[in-house]
């Protein structure tokens, strides 16, 4: 915690200055790497403002006139699975890495290294591989990704009961009222929590700070990797003016070719649209791109946001329409979606089958459970039934799994299955195996039809 006896001057009365036009008026300050804060109070616009803080001599520095009144923040890791597995192995440290599949799956993260190359998450292997051929492909450990995930969440949870989850890497947070029970401003408690994180978990992240979710997380984006970036509510309006619409999140490319035929390539030409326009060309899409326009989102963080379904997906190197290789993948695949449900305490009462042929058509079944489940043993052999039921529609090059219908997991697995009298036994192996893997590692025991 930082010593909020210290003056409020000595974050500017420093011999190592920089002048700065921004300093016409007061503006609070932060140092992001001892925590000392106070704010500059100007004499006029050519105010020099200290470029290393005075007490550690860090250039890490925030200053913005309302960083200490600003509480929404949304806080997305830096490149959260590539990271981790850095930190677990040094070696890694300065090397490019990329986590993701075969040459023929996609690139689920890529460190920094490899993103100065070009690579991107969602970019299909091969072609990470040509931009970065010295690159090192790590297949995902899920299993600790979710458990560093869950350390995160605790120290969150210690600045904030409003913490709404978006994915195991990223989380929006509400700290109103927090200052009194912290002894400190909002902006100061997520600077110490992006320190706990490098320091006790070996992960960084990046902070957005603003006064809606939607600022929030166009924040969290501006200054990537360890980045602390505030937008606040008398700069809205100037910030927003001439950024593109594919600022927004949720804008992907279909939507952005439809923006673009309508003349809407940046939030100007959103402003010079009527409302009831908008509206009428877009739908309810139109409404909300009329108040984003304008900086508005009335949005709450709520850490209560339904996860709607948990799923798993692999691309083949290779096409195929081997049922035995198909299984072996589905076996895995619903591994993972029971890793992940566990891991959320959550369970599904439908189950989701997902083919892609190589034309990229795609199959999905479904069947609903009479219980839910988060085992993997239940979830594969629906899936199998159900990859059975599709027939010889193949090759395929891409199969997925999944589980939605969501309830907690108290609720899961109840009554057993009369038709199948041993369920009920398999399922106390796999808790048992869970417990195995939790002490000695995911690869420490598996079953056989995930070795094809």
């Known amino acids: 915690m930082p010593d909020r006896r210290r003056p409020q001057s000595e974050m500017a009365d420093h011999g190592d200055l920089d002048a700065s036009a921004e300093a016409a008026q007061p503006l609070q300050v932060l140092c992001r790497e001892c925590l000392s804060y106070g704010v500059l109070k100007p004499k006029n616009d050519k105010t020099p403002i200290a470029r290393r803080c005075p007490r550690c001599q860090s250039p890490r520095i925030k200053a913005h006139p309302e960083l200490f009144s600003l509480s929404i923040a949304h806080m997305d890791c830096d490149a959260f699975y590539a990271s981790v597995e850095k930190r677990d192995n040094p070696e890694l440290a300065d090397r490019p890495v990329v986590i993701g599949g075969g040459r023929r799956g996609v690139v689920s993260t890529a460190c920094y290294v490899a993103r100065i190359r070009g690579v991107r998450s969602a970019m299909p292997m091969f072609q990470a591989l040509k931009l970065c051929p010295d690159a090192v492909v790590i297949k995902p450990r899920m299993n600790v990704y979710v458990d560093v995930s869950r350390q995160i969440r605790a120290l969150m949870d210690e600045l904030t009961p409003d913490v709404e989850p978006l994915s195991l890497d990223e989380a929006f947070m509400d ?28 992960v960084t992240g990046s902070i957005g700070l603003s006064h809606n979710k939607f600022l929030a997380k166009v924040a969290s984006d501006l200054d990537k990797p360890r980045g602390f970036s505030v937008i606040g509510a008398a700069e809205t309006a100037s910030f927003l003016r001439d950024k593109p619409v594919r600022l927004i999140w949720g804008i992907g490319p279909a939507a952005q070719a439809s923006l673009e035929k309508a003349g809407i390539r940046s939030f100007s030409d959103l402003l010079r649209w009527e409302r009831a326009d908008l509206n009428a060309r877009f739908g309810s899409m139109g409404e909300r791109l009329w108040h984003l326009a304008r900086g508005q989102d009335r949005r709450r963080v709520s850490s ?19 049922l035995e290789v198909l299984d072996g993948h589905l076996w895995r695949l619903a591994e993972k979606v029971s890793d992940r449900a566990k891991a959320r305490q959550l369970a ?105």
């Open 175 to 202: 700290l109103s009222g927090t200052q009194r029970l912290h002894g400190a401003p909002p902006a100061v408690m997520l600077a110490r929590l992006v320190k706990r994180m490098k320091d006790e978990l070996g």
């Open 304 to 322: 209560n946001a339904p996860i709607k379904s948990i799923s798993n997906e692999t691309t083949f190197y290779e096409d195929t329409a081997s």
């Open 348 to 452: 599904g009462r439908v189950v989701t089958l997902k083919l892609k042929r190589a034309d990229h058509s795609s199959l999905t079944r479904r069947q609903s459970l009479r219980d839910a489940t988060q085992i993997a043993d239940t979830i594969y052999r629906t899936a199998r039934g159900l990859l059975d039921q599709v027939g010889d529609e193949g090759p395929y090059r891409l199969l997925g799994c999944g589980i939605s219908d969501l309830v907690p997991e108290i609720q899961a697995d109840i009554t057993g299955d009369l038709l199948d009298p041993q369920a009920g036994q398999r399922a106390k192996a796999e808790r048992a195996t869970d417990a195995i893997r939790q002490r000695f590692g995911s690869d420490a025991i598996r079953k056989g039809r995930a070795l094809r």
